[in-house]
């Protein structure tokens, strides 16, 4: 694959601060605070400091996608992700009460779309799953929706995992209106030069 097009205000091998619950999948990726110096930390839902691990920027963007869609974010601002309007939003601190949207919060039933069944599962590459390669692609087919890394879209069944539709989008923020729109027999590859998802169908 061709190298990804860096759209980041810092280079690639920036060391970042991560939340030890994202890192470990046990919580998803919600929250992004830049410092005064630039420097960028990245948690789960909830109120903080929890303990982090260090690593590189270019790591995240790879294993968390959505993350490459916080051009807009400069030193000393912070960004949560709004599960509502499936994007990232500015933090304000909130003065009217009604702004609980704006906290970094886990997926949860008041914004979940009516069409997906949380609970159905999907096939999952295994890679993908623990950030060991990128997310590509989802592909429907009559046998099962698949999450895939790059490559074709052949895998063996001990490269696939099963993992319910809550699960999946909440380690992949960006999945959600991809999922909810695609068709059997059709596929969506996530753009890295637009930061989209591009349908084409499977032959």
Not at 6 to 23: A, H, I, M
Not at 130 to 148: H, K, M, R, W, Y
Request: overall charge negative; charged content about 15%.
């Amino acid at each position: 694959m061709p190298p990804h097009p860096w759209k980041l205000e810092s280079p690639p091998d920036t060391q970042v601060q991560v939340d030890g619950e994202v890192l470990t999948l046990r919580a998803p990726l919600v929250a992004a605070h830049r410092d005064s110096t630039g420097g960028w930390t990245f948690n789960g839902p909830g109120a903080g400091p929890r303990p982090t691990r260090t690593t590189l920027l270019r790591a995240v963007v790879a294993a968390w996608p959505h993350v490459a869609g916080l051009t807009g974010l400069h030193p000393g601002g912070t960004a949560v992700w709004s599960w509502r309007n499936h994007g990232w939003t500015g933090h304000t601190e909130c003065r009217c009460g009604e702004c609980a949207h704006l906290a970094p919060v886990d997926l949860d039933r008041t914004t979940w779309p009516s069409e997906l069944d949380p609970e159905s599962l999907l096939s999952v590459e295994k890679s993908t799953l623990t950030g060991q390669s990128e997310l590509t692609d989802i592909v429907a087919t009559p046998g099962g929706t698949a999450f895939l890394g790059p490559g074709d879209h052949h895998r063996t069944s001990d490269q696939m995992t099963l993992v319910a539709t809550a699960n999946v989008l909440r380690r992949w923020p960006h999945t959600m209106h991809a999922l909810r729109s695609l068709q059997q027999q059709h596929g969506m590859r996530w753009n890295t030069e637009d930061l989209n998802w591009h349908e084409y169908a499977l032959v």
